[in-house]
């Protein structure tokens, strides 16, 4: 997936199911330190916008939904493509989406617009925005790839990155051709048209460049002088965070179980994509998911979805510097921590491929 993927008000009703269920929603719902009025007595609709079509990155969504985790925690949960996903942070800014998943860049840059959209939990512990040439090409570094083209889609943080990237790396931006390949990215490796393009996922176009037998080398914009942060995340409104908190809450302990049990579980969680998608490449995705699981949780160390503020400032000032972000935003504000239920937080006791 390049960066072209980037960028309801809940009501409540008497549920009658969990009402006859009695003690084994009870139960299901201690487990994800819910209240227990919440559990027994009412279930609240959420919508939830993918950034993209049904992926590797959701497999403990669809997971958590499959093994009625949501239902169990007294949610009717929704997860849906919207037609235009660049629209995420707007719609659930506004209450339209009561949750979103989108980029910890494109959060920043939402706030400093004022929209008030708050990441709640990091679906990766780090980017997963790389540098990439053919391994044909014997690059070994990116500074190979002094006096070679290199396409970008003309995002501004990509421009940031490479300019971090070739400092780090002992070469100037200008030693090497930009070329603006729009979001054909990968085409434009395999063709030819440049040498090298950054705005594609090490999990994801590695995988399809593979496919097309061009095996090809990559270059982690965190290992190059980007500072290290959090490329997928959950986002919601302010105003949902004021009005739902319990029910934002139980959400993030299912979600957070259904990643736990994809990472114990792989194959699980590629069967429940293929539920959610008739198209889905399971070749892929079920590569994709074996190199997201050590990211998920930081090779097994710390529990699914842990933000922390040392990341997201120290984000957020490489941003302020590289002038992608006025000075006033408040980075603090642009995350909270603070809503996973208690006892949720188990870290997985392995980690496949970690």
Known sequence: MNQSTRSSSATVALDRRALLKGASVLAAGLS?????????????????????YPNANHAGLFLAQERGYFTSANLDVKLYTPADPTTVLQTVGAGR?????????????ARAQDVPAVSIAALVQHPLNALMVKKSSGITTPAGLKGKKVGMAGLPSDEAMLKTMFKKAGISYDDVTVVNVGYDLLPALLSGKVDGVIGVYWTHETILAEQEGVPVTFFRVEEWGVPDYYELVMVAGEDVLKKQPDAISAF???????YDDVIADPAAGLDALK??????????????IALLIPVWTDHGTIPFGTQTDARWNAYGDWMKEQKLLDAKVDIAAAHRDDLFPAGSGATPAATPGA
């Open 32 to 52: 994800l330190g819910l209240p227990a009025v919440t559990r027994a007595a009412t279930t609240t609709k959420m919508s939830v916008a993918l950034d993209w």
């Open 97 to 109: 989406d009561t949750l979103g998943i989108s980029y910890q860049t494109d959060t920043l840059f």
């Open 252 to 258: 993030l302990g299912a979600m957070r179980r259904g």
């Open 275 to 288: 539920q959610a998608s008739k198209d889905l490449d399971v070749a892929v995705e079920q590569k994709g």
